[in-house]
């Protein structure tokens, strides 16, 4: 339990701008105060009750209306006179609670169209996200109630979709805002519930938006934002965070009065190398040796590595990766975010998108790498190893070297190698930005968190230029 204030005023609101700033704190010598929300106040209404309250978060309410509305939509080009006027459109906006309610194929059309072909991102398909669903991987019981925007127009033909959940915490998202939920307490208001537009335990970059190619596209965008924003005070919860987006959203997002917000990963780019010694040769020379070292160390400990694809990778394969995957999160997160049949459900849907790379010991699995391939990338998420077992320089060769060499052989321009890593660098993966976009209701906690990612926007640009300027590859490599 946490002493909290709790702020009752005649009219009362769980948004923080309608409550009274705590007392004033002093200081210890030497101490300034710091955070998101240091040196703000904030609107004063009267105290009506003061008493005990547990800090952890509300259960996620219901959505009793799953109707957002109905929409007509002008066709550009309406306000020429000289041309035949085209009818107007008709849509429909409306709340699904599973993405089992929108059928793949409708499902997938949409996120093909948002991406194009040559950037299709699969972990924006039916199959990813209804995997994580009927898994129990990503359900209200777990903290992900699901939400998901569907608009349709007047034949019932969906034209756009939108994943999105309404949260009770703030794990499985990549993109840090524990410090805000905390100072939300702080000043006796309540974070979660909150929106999430995402893909669940997925730093992946892709558009969150997904709507099919057409005249209306445009209008239909600016129709579902402005939904989303609705949907934040019509279910009284505290925000909506659109994390890794495209940039494209980004930008326009922030004319739509989102805050945003720059992070970044180490990505791996291919030069149109033919073979994993052409990458070396663009290294420099300590760089380039060291690589070669760590690969030696896995013929030398008598392993040898695979790269299974689709039919390949059989029930058993899935079975040994879910035990390296547990002895991951045992070991660095505390709890497993997914089940082991999200593994077998993700693998049977989506087939040869999957590659998962494997280390044996003789004929026993000994370590995996689990691997998506998009239109142009190889997507490097999960890894794991045998508990009772180390083998050095095995985890760079199964999710850095052996996804290099995959994204050369099939002529793919870029590996993600997933969140964080600094170790990454020296191994030919750079820094590049993500993007996330912040919609807060109260006003006073957005202007202060605005101040905030402006400041750490810079922290951020300067590392990414410390980086490049001082990269492990030769001068006049790009």
């Known amino acids: 339990m946490a002493v909290a204030a709790s702020l009752c005023s005649r009219n009362p609101s769980p948004f923080l701008g309608r409550f009274p700033p705590p007392p004033p704190r002093h200081p210890l010598p030497g101490k300034t105060q710091s955070g998101p929300c240091a040196g703000r106040s904030f609107r004063a209404s009267g105290i009506r009750a003061l008493f005990w309250r547990s800090k952890k978060s509300l259960e996620p309410r219901e959505t009793v209306d799953l109707s957002l509305g109905d929409y007509t939509l002008t066709a550009p080009g309406a306000e020429d006179v000289s041309t035949t006027k085209p009818r107007p459109m008709q849509i429909s906006l409306s709340v699904v609670s599973s993405i089992s309610e929108v059928s793949s194929n409708d499902w997938d059309a949409c996120a093909l169209d948002a ?217 660095k997160w505390g709890s497993p975010h997914l089940t082991r049949e999200f593994f077998h459900s993700m693998g049977s849907k989506m087939g040869d998108q999957v590659l998962l790379v494997v280390a044996e010991e003789g004929d026993e699995l000994v370590a995996g790498a689990l691997n998506l391939i998009g239109g142009d990338t190889v997507y490097g998420r999960l890894w794991g190893c045998h508990p009772r077992a180390y083998y050095p320089s095995l985890h760079f060769e199964a999710c850095y070297y052996q996804a290099i060499e995959a994204a050369i052989e099939l002529n793919l321009k870029t590996v993600e190698a997933g969140a964080q890593g600094e170790h990454k660098i020296q191994r030919g993966y750079m820094p590049v930005p993500t993007y996330s976009c912040h919609y807060l209701l109260d006003e006073d906690f957005s202007k202060a968190i605005d101040e905030f990612v402006v400041r750490e926007a810079t922290q951020v640009k300067l590392v990414m230029k410390m980086i490049q300027d001082s990269g492990p590859f030769k001068e006049g490599i790009e």
């Open 115 to 331: 991406t194009g072909p040559e950037k299709y991102n699969p972990f924006l398909s039916h199959g990813f996200l209804s995997s994580l669903e009927e898994s129990h991987s990503a359900v209200k019981e777990t903290g992900w109630m699901p939400r998901h925007i569907v608009a349709k127009d007047e034949s019932g033909t969906v034209i756009g979709v939108v994943p999105l959940y309404l949260k009770s915490h703030s794990y499985g998202e990549f993109v840090f805002d524990h410090s805000w939920a905390d100072a939300y307490y702080s000043y006796g208001s309540r974070y979660y519930p909150k929106y999430q537009c995402c893909v669940p335990f997925t730093p992946v970059t892709g558009p969150r938006i997904l709507l099919r190619n057409s005249l209306y596209k445009d209008q239909v965008f600016d129709i579902v934002v402005d939904a989303l924003k609705n949907l934040v005070a019509k279910s009284q919860v505290s925000s909506i965070h659109i994390t890794f987006s495209s940039e494209n959203e980004w930008h326009y997002l922030k004319e739509k009065g989102f805050l945003q917000r720059i992070g970044m990963q180490y990505h791996w780019r291919n030069r149109n190398y033919t073979c994993f010694d052409d990458f070396l040769m663009d290294m420099k020379q300590n760089k380039r040796k060291n690589i070669r070292q760590e690969r030696k160390k896995i013929s030398a400990q008598n392993l040898t590595m695979k790269r299974l694809q689709g039919n390949e990778i059989k029930a058993k394969h899935w079975d040994s990766f879910y035990t390296f995957y547990r002895n991951t999160t045992d070991n």
